[in-house]
């Protein structure tokens, strides 16, 4: 987690010089940065905050929040965050755009279209935004945030539905094929590639729908390792410099959410009510909890040093002990829990596919406060010390801020 400084999982070269975004003359298709900004260490820059993507804060964001702003991105979300860059949200849609907003007003400061829908998270470094895309002649495209300009992209490609992973100077991606790539961040030139399939030794190749996530700090990192796992459950850990697998497995069954480590253990949540913990250097399993129902699709779990937290389409939350995977307390919420929950320092904030945002104690799983949406949430949140981002269906982004006034009772 994070308290003014990244926590764990910092990776060297997320720390750069950029301006603040800002609309283009009076068109809504380029984000431009013109005034120098220090990127703050608290900015949330690729999914989950960090390559282990833990989805957690060291801040005490304590409920009751009030809202801010909401604003209307005019598209659909995939599971992607929303990214927190100095005084600006960065949100990619399905309609194919990345909006800029200020975190000041909610006010439109910029809109950069990219051909087709984004469903993984960008990333940010460099001076660059990252941006996956789910179709078209572009899959992957670096756009410059000091101008209104495409650096380079990735062409001829199969389309790119999972998130990017950026260490260093090294982007890894896994497109919709099962093949990963290794791009020079600056210049997109291809470094490796690896198909999952014929790494794992298994036939016919799948799609990754996960982010990759890394167990190192950067690529020279010697215990460090890019996972990546399919749709079918294959899992290989690949060295960053060259993408020779160090180990490979098989979880025998489908997971489409993004996996999450504290660098020893890996933790994988399945479409089958099965979260496994894997160990990071070698591959084999530490523990397996399983939902007595099969039918129950886990979301992405966070991670924040022995508290790992869990929502299912049972619309069960769930504390485990990262080390031995025993349910430490359960929240019931009455709809399907899909998207990732967010970890602060005493609570836990959870949307639902019933349009409502939940604050949990983070040490007995009591409910503390809600929020009706008006819209589901399937998407990842963002936070930083005095704000939570939350997207919602049709196309609403949220901003929710500690509350200042006289005390507040719940809505």
């Known amino acids: 987690m994070k308290n003014g400084r990244k926590g764990g999982g910092r990776v060297a070269g997320y720390l750069v010089v950029l301006p603040a975004v800002l609309l283009l003359g009076t068109g809504c298709t380029a984000l431009r940065l013109e005034r120098p900004a220090l990127v703050r260490e608290s900015d949330w820059l690729t999914e989950g905050d960090s390559p282990r993507r833990g989805h957690a804060v060291d801040v005490p964001l304590n409920p009751p929040l009030d809202l801010a702003w909401t604003y209307d991105a005019g598209g659909g979300f995939g599971p992607v965050s929303p990214l927190l860059l100095g005084e600006s949200v960065l949100v990619a849609t399905r309609h194919g755009e990345v909006h800029g907003i200020r975190v000041a007003d909610g006010k439109k400061i910029g809109t950069q279209g990219v051909g087709e829908a984004v469903d993984g998270t960008p ?98 990192d010697p215990a460090g390792r890019v996972v990546v796992v399919d749709e079918q459950g294959r899992v290989a850990a690949l060295r960053p410099g060259d993408g020779t697998p160090v180990w490979t497995r098989h979880l025998g069954r489908p997971v489409e959410v993004t996996p999450t480590t504290d660098g020893a253990t890996l933790f994988f949540a399945t479409t089958r009510g099965r979260l496994l913990a894997l160990e990071a250097a070698t591959g084999q399993v530490r523990w397996t909890f399983a939902v007595p129902d099969t039918t129950v699709r886990l979301a992405a779990p966070a991670l924040d040093g022995r508290d790992l937290a869990v929502g299912g389409s049972d619309g069960v939350l769930r504390l485990l002990d990262a080390a031995t995977g025993q349910v430490r307390w359960t929240f019931a919420a009455p709809d399907a829990i899909t998207a990732p929950p967010l970890l602060t320092r005493e609570t836990i904030y959870v949307g639902t596919m019933g349009r409502m945002l939940y604050a949990v104690n983070r040490s007995d799983g009591m409910k503390t406060w809600e929020y009706r949406l008006e819209g589901r949430v399937k998407s990842a949140m963002a936070a930083r010390d005095g704000l939570l981002v939350v997207l919602a269906e049709p196309h609403a982004v949220y901003a929710f801020v500690p509350h200042t006034g006289p005390p507040a009772g719940t809505r």
């Open 123 to 220: 990333a940010v470094g460099h001076g660059l935004l990252y941006v996956p895309v789910a179709w078209g002649g572009k899959v992957l495209r670096a756009l410059d945030l000091a101008r209104p300009a495409e650096v380079w992209s990735l062409r001829k490609a199969p389309p790119i539905e999972a998130g990017v992973l950026l260490l260093g100077q090294t982007l890894f991606v896994a497109d919709v094929e099962g093949t990963v790539w290794a791009l020079d961040a600056r210049t997109g030139e291809t470094r490796w590639t690896r198909r999952l399939h014929e790494t794992t030794g298994t036939r016919g190749g799948a799609a990754v729908l996960a982010t990759p996530v890394a167990t190192g700090s950067d690529p020279s």
